[in-house]
């Protein structure tokens, strides 16, 4: 089969091909019809994630048709139309039993504790506890783009981040999470200020919802512009970016007892950073982490995606075979681009 493969961190990714995947004793083979390009996977080529192991296929945001089940899968057939969770959930562990899989003690996790989805065929674990049957509305590449940004979007902004009607969420980037967020925040009646360094980012942001955009780089204290567009800060902030400016500005552009949800990943010498302190113990504030989303809670997705609420398919901006995909993946470190882009040529 045609996969996207790369032997070393850092290194070339060439289109080649590989050997097809055996089909998993409790998973399955799913034909991918599209997948996502993620920064995720970029973190993941640049050696940034302890579990990949080399040579590697990267791809974790997918949707595809079931073509093979192995024998002990129970609820899923050939044919079926499907997606799924970046982090697959064992169903056996501490965390599984407590509703919690997304961080899951033996989690799976295409094309990062494995092989994943720039291939014409990628086998998934635990196909039983993790694996979302796609509604007739919503096609492949719709599908594609619920995860893994949209999805960790919704649980960080509604479960991690609690959003209220009439509450103030600032969105710290407008990537794919970041749109994500924006798209859901005004979906449950918040208002929305988003903050990037690209006008092209930020224009889109408003597009799909933002109420105000601040051009982070235009501004001399892009916190003390954020405490005085929402009256006093944000009850929510996300990192939708993952550096030590975003991450500090998240939590300092919070209001007395704001709620920050960090959900861009910190790598490299982002890894570790300051963290002010004296506002989180003099503001009663709160800092939590969001990590994906249980398979069960695609459905709340579904229904607003059914009664109009939420339109994922807005978040992509452009589709591309393999061999581009391949191409902007290795660019992603620059940030450059706007929105969701789909393979769905492979």
């Excluded at 996977?41 to 997918?62: K, M, S, T």
């Excluded at 619920?146 to 009607?165: E, K, N």
Aim: aromatic share 6%; glycine share 12%.
């Amino acid at each position: 089969m045609r996969a996207a493969y790369y032997e070393q961190f850092k290194g070339s990714i060439s289109i080649r091909s590989v050997a097809e995947p055996q089909v998993p004793e409790n998973g399955v083979i799913i034909a991918v019809k599209a997948t996502g390009i993620c920064l995720s996977d970029w973190h993941g080529w640049q050696g940034h994630d302890p579990d990949i192991r080399l040579p590697h296929v990267p791809g974790h945001e997918l949707a595809g048709e079931i073509v093979a089940v192995g024998s002990g899968v129970k609820k899923w057939q050939g044919g079926e139309r499907v997606t799924l969770p970046f982090v697959c959930g064992c169903g056996t562990c501490p965390q599984c039993t407590t509703g919690n899989p997304q961080v899951c003690d033996h989690q799976f996790q295409p094309g990062f504790t494995h092989w994943g989805s720039f291939a014409e065929l990628v086998a998934i674990h635990y196909a039983d506890q993790n694996l979302v049957r796609l509604p007739d509305n919503l096609d492949f590449v719709a599908a594609t783009s619920l995860g893994c940004r949209f999805i960790t979007s919704f649980r960080a902004v509604l479960d991690q981040g609690q959003l209220q009607a009439g509450q103030w969420l600032v969105v710290h980037g407008c990537g794919g999470v970041g749109l994500a967020a924006i798209m859901i925040g005004r979906a449950v009646g918040a208002r929305v200020l988003a903050v990037d360094i690209a006008d092209e980012k930020l224009k889109l942001a408003a597009q799909l919802g933002a109420n105000v955009t601040i051009n982070g780089r235009n501004e001399d204290d892009p916190v003390d512009a954020i405490r005085k567009l929402t009256g006093g800060g944000g009850h929510v902030s996300i990192d939708a970016v993952g550096t030590i400016e975003t991450c500090s500005n998240s939590i300092a552009g919070l209001r007395k007892r704001g709620r920050h949800v960090q959900v861009g990943l910190l790598a490299g010498d982002h890894f570790r950073p300051p963290i002010p302190m004296e506002l989180v113990t003099a503001n009663e504030l709160e800092i939590v982490g969001s990590h994906g989303m249980p398979a069960a809670d695609y459905q709340r997705i579904f229904k607003m995606i059914a009664a109009g609420e939420l339109d994922p398919g807005k978040l992509v901006t452009e589709m591309v075979d393999l061999q581009k995909g391949v191409e902007l993946l290795q660019d992603m470190g620059r940030f450059s681009n706007s929105g969701v882009i789909v393979i769905d040529e492979i």
